[in-house]
């Protein structure tokens, strides 16, 4: 188990903009949104070698319940959450963090 997670910047701004836009709904589907962030991320953590590399080093763990991935570079000791998209977005916007 990795006990480091980094959330960079841009994809703290991924995940308040999702729950923003989920929570203008309701507010009880905003915390369910930031829920599976926090499940997603906690099985990037548990299992960080189960999940794919797609799109060069990236690891993608699909969030329960919503049409997001949360994506991660691997370490040593840590994990770096790098982005939290929208699957419908087009991957390439990793290129650039």
Known sequence: MIE?????ARAKQDI?????WYSNISHE???DFLTSVDQAIAMAQEYP??????HRTF???LLRRFPYALFYH???DRIVIVA???????P??????
Request: charged fraction near 45%; charge should be positive; aromatic fraction near 2%.
């Open 49 to 54: 070698l189960a999940f794919r590399v797609t």
């Open 84 to 90: 939290v998209l929208h699957q419908a977005r087009d």
């Open 74 to 76: 691997l370490g040593d």
């Open 59 to 61: 690891r993608r763990v």
């Open 4 to 8: 480091r997670v980094i959330v960079r």
């Open 92 to 97: 390439r916007v990793l290129r650039r963090r």
């Open 29 to 31: 589907l905003g915390e």
């Open 16 to 20: 308040r903009e999702a729950r923003r």
